[in-house]
């Protein structure tokens, strides 16, 4: 089902102040930042060679991003797979007694489907499948 680990999401309080460590002190690249409305985050994506991390920062206080920040503080939030065919794969996980946070797939960051896995399901790990349908540096 899954092709690769599209990207690792860290929750951060600002993305202004953890930028630097990430751009400056770990010398990755700046893809680009964008609201997402619906999750209620802005996000930033940065990559080193093949790999991408996104920086999640709550758009409000009720936002996913914000209670996660408050229980736990700052830190990994979620593990996101790419796979080929999302609405198979969430239907595949159904079938096989997986809790879906999303039955169907939302329109999430970079133009991407995407939808959650419940950590209750996935051992303790919040997982994001997604299936990228533009093409570009972001995917
Ligand atoms: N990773 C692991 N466990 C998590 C978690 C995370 N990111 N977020 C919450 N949990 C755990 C909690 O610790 C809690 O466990 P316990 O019951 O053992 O205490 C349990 O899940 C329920 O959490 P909660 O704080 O009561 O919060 P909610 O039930 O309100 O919501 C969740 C939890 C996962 C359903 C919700 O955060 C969600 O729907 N997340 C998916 C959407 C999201 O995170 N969007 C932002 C990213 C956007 C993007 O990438 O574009």
Redesign the pocket.
Known sequence: MVEKVDHL?VAVRSIENSLPFYTEVLGMKLLGMET?ES?Q?K?AFLTAENTKI?L?EPSNENS??A??IE??GEGI??V?YAVKNISESLASLENQGIQL?DKTPRK??GGAM?A?L???SSH???T?LCEKRESGERN
Request: aromatic share 8%; proline share 7%; no cysteine.
């Open positions: 999401g997402v999750q985050v996000v996104e999640l996913p991003v209670k996660f229980k736990r939030h979620h996101a946070i999430g960051a995407i959650f419940h950590p209750k303790g790990v919040l994001e």
